[in-house]
Every structure is written in structure tokens, then in C-alpha cells.
């Protein structure tokens, strides 16, 4: 069972940034992948970004030019750097991670609320 803890989110103003941490309570290097899906109000949650074990990186084309996602592997963290913020970029943050052994398992963090209002 992977357990991740989710911080940095809050309240910003459109155009401003914001930076999302995941801590995980294993090495990140035994996790096929992690990532951010994000739950805007009223709306189902979808996938936002991701980075693969070996360094490959996933973005939701909405977001592309205005997202980053890195790994810290001495910290067993995942950080998700957001810019020029937008109205429709508040929501929920969800941390994934996606261990695969004999099939693919997937955990989640309890989230973390991200507003985007002046």
C-alpha cells in the first residue's frame, strides 16, 4: 500500500503560480508512475500530468506551456509547477501513483484544494 500526501495547494490569483507536492511513503523508483488528476467543481476527475519511472512526461494538452511535473527521488516527492493560472484550473488535486506487479495498481492521495480567483 503506497500512502501520498498531497501539499501546497491554496488560493491564488489568475495569472499567478502555484506549486503542488507529493510525497510518497516508498521509493518512488519501484513506482511505474506518478501523476496529478485534477477535480474541477461539479466534474469528474481527469488526468492532468504524469512522469514515468525512466523520466517520461505526460501533460493534458489543455495545460501544456503552463505545466511542469518533476520527481525528487531523495524525497520520494513528485511536484507539479503551474503558471499563468486560470478560472478554470480550480479544483481538486489528486496525487497518483501506479505500481505494477502482477497487474497494474493504482493509489491516491486525499487531494488538495487549488483556487484560482481575484
Known amino acids: 500500500q503506497v500512502q501520498l500526501v498531497e501539499s501546497g495547494g491554496g488560493l491564488v490569483r489568475p495569472g499567478g503560480s502555484l506549486r503542488l507536492s507529493c510525497e510518497a511513503s516508498e521509493s518512488i523508483e519501484i513506482l511505474f508512475a506518478m501523476g496529478w488528476y485534477r477535480q474541477p467543481p461539479g466534474q469528474q476527475r481527469d488526468f492532468f500530468a504524469s512522469i514515468l519511472r525512466y523520466g517520461g512526461i505526460n501533460v493534458a494538452d489543455s495545460v501544456k506551456g503552463r505545466v511542469s511535473i518533476s520527481r525528487d527521488s531523495a524525497k520520494n516527492a513528485v511536484h507539479l509547477q503551474m503558471n499563468n493560472l486560470k478560472s478554470e484550473d480550480t479544483g481538486v488535486y489528486y496525487c497518483?501513483?501506479?505500481?505494477?506487479?502482477?497487474?497494474?495498481?493504482?493509489?491516491w492521495g486525499q487531494g488538495t484544494q487549488v483556487t484560482v480567483s481575484s
Open positions: 497518483n501513483a501506479v505500481k505494477i506487479i502482477t497487474g497494474r495498481y493504482d493509489y
